[in-house]
């Protein structure tokens, strides 16, 4: 079993950066499929970014492409989202998923494709 904690959500001016964090307790995730979602009110969950199981590839939504970077530690059980260029519509709640598969790249946005899922860090983006 899995748990996902966030953090790192915040206020920030338009234009500013955040850096989210994901720590993982249990099994070292050197194995799973990483990836952030995020979720606004009265929206469905969106893919952000993510990681393949195998750690080499990395997928981003086109929203964020240029903007945000998924990075991992897999010795500290570690997945951090830095968002720089941030925009009012970045506003959301920010969630962590991770699961022990092979995901093929189709199912890597969404969110069906994913055990474990943290509590969510919200962010908040100001004009």
């Known amino acids: 079993q899995v748990q996902l904690v966030e953090s790192g959500g915040g206020l920030v001016q338009a234009g500013g950066s955040l850096r989210l964090s994901c720590e993982a307790s249990?099994?070292?995730?050197?194995?799973?499929?990483l990836a952030w979602f995020r979720q606004a009110p009265g929206k469905e969950r969106e893919f952000v970014a993510a990681?393949?199981?195998?750690?080499?590839?990395?997928y981003y939504a086109d929203s964020v492409k240029g903007r945000f970077t998924i990075s991992r530690d897999n010795a500290k059980n570690m997945v951090y989202l830095q968002m720089n260029s941030l925009k009012p519509e970045d506003t959301a709640v920010y969630y962590c998923?991770?699961?022990?598969?092979?995901?093929?790249?189709?199912?890597?946005?969404?969110?069906?494709?994913?055990?474990?899922w943290g509590q969510g860090t919200q962010v908040t983006v100001s004009s």
């Open positions: 998923g991770a699961v022990k598969a092979i995901v093929q790249a189709m199912g890597i946005p969404r969110p069906e494709s994913y055990d474990y």
């Open positions: 249990g099994p070292t995730f050197s194995s799973y499929a």
């Open positions: 990681f393949s199981w195998s750690g080499r590839s990395t």
